[in-house]
């Protein structure tokens, strides 16, 4: 009987995708040349493409010079919502910096970059 019941979930149902996001905006930008010291930023927009409420549980950033700011509402399904990041430059040259969003229908963060030069 358990080998039935593990036969059956492992070969006859369909890979379950738990991916809840659809990236309106490409998740990865470039902000070119920048001056050090003057804050630049960009919104990365997504859709609730589940079937259940999402919400933004987290935004975590690999830098200080990195910020974050998101509506902390409920985002139906089929809805849409944005990211607010925000860059402030500290030192010259070149950055790529990761971001990596966590909402409530997925266990997995979604990573968005931002990259450029500091002048």
Not at 28 to 36: E, K, N, R, S, T
Not at 85 to 110: C, L, M
């Amino acid at each position: 009987m358990i080998v039935q019941i593990l036969f059956s979930v492992f070969f006859l149902l369909p890979p379950q995708s738990n991916v809840d996001v659809d990236w309106t905006s490409p998740t990865v930008h470039d902000f070119g040349d920048i001056p050090i010291g003057k804050p630049v930023f960009i919104d990365f927009r997504f859709k609730n493409t589940g079937a259940e409420l999402m919400t933004i549980d987290n935004v975590r950033m690999n830098c200080t010079c990195t910020a974050s700011d998101w509506d902390e509402k409920v985002i139906p399904p089929d809805a849409e919502g944005k990211i607010q990041i925000e860059f402030d430059a500290k030192k010259p040259g070149y950055f790529r910096k990761k971001i990596t969003v966590y909402f409530s229908t997925q266990k997995k963060g979604e990573k968005l970059y931002i990259e450029g030069y500091v002048e």
